[in-house]
Nanobody, 119 residues
Framework: QVQLVESGGGSVQAGGSLRLSCVAS????????MGWYRQAPGNKREFVAT???????NYTDSVKGRFTISRDNAKKTVYLQMNSLKPEDTAVYYC?????????????WGQGTQVTVSS
């Protein structure tokens, strides 16, 4: 079994910061790309950022310069530092990872953590 558990969500005012964490646990052989997605009420889940094991990073345009994704491979953890938050960043943020338990990787999702930004 593999689990992704997010933490760090909450409520902040516009311009504030939050740091999300996501820890992978279970019978893990290797972790490939890890990332963050978000879903606002009434909207589809959308890509936010991804990072590969060697540190190749991609961001959606709306968060570039404000959000920073990082990972600690030894701790099987991915982070999302969110600065200069805007009300439109309000969403449930989901961790995502491609994880192998010794054979072909599967894609996993966390349960989500709520981020609310007030104006």
């Amino acid at each position: 079994q593999v689990q992704l558990v997010e933490s760090g969500g909450g409520s902040v005012q516009a311009g504030g910061s939050l740091r999300l964490s996501c820890v992978a646990s279970g019978s893990i052989f290797s972790i490939r790309t890890m990332g963050w997605y978000r879903q606002a009420p009434g909207n589809k889940r959308e890509f936010v950022a991804t990072i590969t094991p060697i540190g190749t990073i991609n961001y959606t345009d709306s968060v570039k310069g404000r959000f920073t994704i990082s990972r600690d491979n030894a701790k099987k953890t991915v982070y999302l530092q969110m600065n200069s938050l805007k009300p439109e960043d309000t969403a449930v943020y989901y961790c995502n990872a491609d994880i192998s338990m010794g054979w072909g990787p599967r894609n996993y999702w966390g349960q989500g953590t709520q981020v609310t930004v007030s104006s």
